[in-house]
């Protein structure tokens, strides 16, 4: 009876609705590139994805569980992998990684400050200080890239452990173990939800939310700062294009894998197969020759898919806290 | 309710993928040949060996890499080539429509894949079309990127060439063969076209109030290389002129609207200059700066001259003989000088006839700024106006498409 129970709770939860989509694209996929989807090198191409958009997807995640959003992520981390880069130049690579990270938890206080302190709505506060990263990005590189070629910033990057497991990749899994854990087994992981889910409770129960948005976008600025210097270091040089375009799928990630944009839900787990069924149907989509308009439309229509998955799961959600109530 | 928009749109995402999954490789108008993408994996290329051995030369081959390399192309098998570019906008659309005009004659498909505009999934590209088994890559790589590239590609053994874009090493050398243009040399064209011709438009004008607008690209080096030949000449020729840089990215992109926007504040702001010229890097800033000239009122007293064709030709389409416009001329590159020594140099490289040391020797440029190690193609260009436009490219496809090549 009690495994009948906790079989039916599985089949309920959103993790059962993600496997199934995630294996529905890894069969798909696998029949129509006849194997080719499951190459190991294909595999971890799709991994090796994962490794900027999941840093980022670490950062606004916790910001949209606890109510917020970061839209400069990828305009900060695409800072920062300049500012990374022009440090290197000059300085050993510690140091130079340290700065880049405090420029990022610099950023991301900014963001808290202009949303906290002056009242601006986060969606609009970020895309201003969005364009003022874009913007010194250009200033700082002049518009060209800045070479990486520090040995073991270089290895980090594009190293592999046993020639076979991208240390880059491994770095992000170990990200994403250390926020999931927080997320579930810690005090502030639980603060990050009673935000989110009701900002005058948490209020209420001793919670400061203001202090809990600083800590959330300076860690935003921070996990940005990190994928940026990344990135330099797998593409061996800073460019203006950065992170950029990591920004749009690790989002989309985070709503397809249960993180509601009204806070307060979801996980990195989910975040996790979101990523992979992102990455992974990008990826089958390039494998099968697909034009890349139409690969824009099935991503379009992914998002679409994930954004009605998350207002029918919030409708459920508030129809039953009615009930309760 | 929710049922139905949730099965509305899971049914939209499945018609979709198998929309595209009808195939392939392309979303040009062009007839697309489908390449097989679930087939076996071609043994390496280009390093390796080809499934059949080379085919023999015929007699009075002596250009190979070259379109018209006489070598019997059908008694291989055919090639699978990709085509690999940052983005696939316009421009890369019709360059990959120019490569498979050439499907049949060197018995080739060719298959276009992007990095969405993200430099990672650029490089993991590299890698999907290795597994697919492909036989050679065309790159058009960022510069940002051209070093990890040029690796990823060498441990996939592919072949490859750079395309459109310079693939260069920290010293700024190259890395592979290459197919690309003579930047500084473009722009130096068109300010060089307009300071030939001005004189057929104004007669003889008191050059102190004349003034350039050079419309440029500062975070591309290729692109920022074309605005630097319009300045050196204009203030050489015209030490008393007025020369203004005005960098696309200021005010957005490169796009029309970009060049409109500052076209327009830079004659705002300068009602002392009474003559333009105007130059840009791209041909996307021609019909911009244009339309900015005409709602100014300034079509007699502007030039305008810029690197590229399509969007101008696309102008110069619409307009009837009677329209004024100060769009005069553009420096031309027919997409097909661009592809055809592309994917004449890929199969020569897959068929190891050439390698990447010995493609295109002969025609590196002496002293070439960026190294002589490796085989450089600089594409042909011309200055067309609206008046000999159509004539331009129909003697290109002429040559290329019907006399089977030069």
């Given at each position: 009876m009690e495994s009948a129970k906790g079989l039916k709770k599985f089949f309920n939860r959103k993790m059962f609705t993600l496997l199934i989509l995630l294996a529905v694209v890894v069969v798909v996929f696998s029949v129509l590139s006849k194997g080719t989807f499951l190459k190991p090198s294909n595999i971890r191409a799709i991994i090796n994805l994962m490794v900027v958009s999941g840093l980022l997807t670490l950062g606004v995640g916790c910001l949209m569980i606890a109510g917020s959003i970061d839209l400069s992520t990828g305009a900060i981390g695409t800072l920062c992998g300049i500012v990374f880069a022009l440090f290197l130049q000059s300085m050993a690579w510690p140091i130079a990684l340290i700065l880049t990270v405090i420029i990022g938890m610099a950023v991301g206080a900014l963001n808290a400050t202009l949303v906290n302190v002056v009242g601006f709505q986060p969606f609009i506060a970020t895309m201003a200080v969005a364009s003022v990263a874009k913007g010194l990005t250009n200033v700082f590189s002049n518009g060209q890239p800045i070479p990486v070629r520090e040995p073991f910033i270089t290895y980090i990057g594009t190293g592999r452990f046993f020639d076979v497991i991208p240390v880059s990749i491994v770095i992000t899994l170990v990200a994403f173990i250390i926020y999931a854990l927080m997320l579930s087994k810690t005090k502030f992981g639980r603060t990050i939800y009673l935000v989110g889910g009701n900002r005058e409770a948490a209020l209420f129960s001793g919670i400061n939310p203001v202090k809990t948005s600083y800590i959330l976008f300076i860690n935003c600025g921070m996990l940005s700062a990190i994928a940026g210097a990344l990135l330099s270091a797998r593409l061996k040089s800073g460019t203006v294009v950065g992170v950029s375009a990591s920004q749009f799928s690790g989002m989309t990630a985070s709503m397809l894998g249960g993180i509601s944009f009204g806070g307060g839900s979801g996980g990195f787990g989910g975040v996790f197969i979101g990523l992979l069924i992102i990455n992974g149907f990008n990826n089958g989509l390039t494998v099968l020759g697909i034009s890349a308009y139409w690969q824009t439309v099935a991503s379009g229509v992914l998002l679409l898919f994930a954004l009605t998955v998350d207002y029918f799961s919030m409708k459920r959600t508030r129809r039953k806290v009615g009930v309760a109530a | 309710m929710k049922k139905c928009i949730s099965l509305l749109l899971a049914i939209t995402l499945c018609l979709s993928l198998f929309a595209c999954g009808t195939k392939t490789g392309t979303t040009t108008p062009t007839a697309t040949p489908t390449p097989d993408?679930?087939?076996p994996a071609a043994p390496p290329a280009g390093g390796g060996e080809p499934d059949a051995p080379p085919p023999p030369p015929v007699e009075g081959a002596g250009s190979v890499g070259y379109i018209d390399d006489p070598v019997d192309h059908s008694a291989r098998k055919t090639y699978k080539i990709a085509y690999l570019s940052p983005a696939f906008m316009f421009l890369q659309q019709s360059w990959f429509a120019a490569m498979q005009e050439f499907q049949d004659r060197l018995n080739f498909t060719v298959t276009s894949f992007t990095g969405e505009a993200g430099n990672d999934a650029y490089l993991q590209n590299i890698e999907i079309i290795a597994d697919q088994g492909f036989d050679g890559i065309i790159m058009d790589c960022e510069l940002a990127v051209a070093v990890r590239a040029s690796e990823v590609a060498e441990e996939t053994g592919l072949p490859y060439i750079a395309f459109v874009q310079s693939m260069l090493d920290d010293n700024m050398k190259t890395v592979c063969p290459q197919v690309v243009l003579d930047q500084y040399e473009t722009g130096a064209k068109t300010i060089r076209w307009l300071i030939a011709n001005y004189k057929s438009y104004?007669?003889?004008?008191?050059?102190?109030?004349l003034g350039l607008i050079d419309l440029g690209v500062s975070v591309s080096p290729d692109l920022w290389a074309r605005a630097i030949g319009p300045r050196d000449i204009f203030q050489e020729t015209f030490p008393d002129g007025h020369y203004f840089f005005d960098d696309a990215i200021s005010a957005g992109g490169i796009t029309p609207d970009a060049a409109y926007t500052l076209t327009t504040a830079t004659i705002s702001a300068n009602p002392n200059v009474e003559y333009w010229f105007i130059t840009g890097s791209t041909e996307f800033m021609g019909p911009g700066a244009a339309r900015a000239i005409d709602d100014l009122g300034k079509i007699d007293n502007a030039l305008i001259c810029v690197v590229g064709a399509g969007a101008n030709v696309v102008d110069w389409d619409s307009m009837t003989p009677d329209t004024k416009t100060s769009l005069v001329a553009c420096l031309a590159i027919s997409d097909l000088l661009y592809a055809a020594p592309a994917v004449s140099g890929m199969v020569a490289l897959i068929d190891g006839r050439a390698t990447k040391d010995t493609l295109w020797r002969d025609k590196t440029p002496a002293n070439y700024e960026f190294g002589n190690d490796y085989g450089v193609w600089m594409v042909e260009n011309d200055i067309i106006t609206r008046d000999t436009y159509k004539t331009y490219f129909d003697e290109i496809n002429a040559r290329y498409l019907e006399s089977g090549g030069h």
């Open positions: - | 993408a679930g087939a104004w007669g003889d004008i008191d050059t102190s109030k």
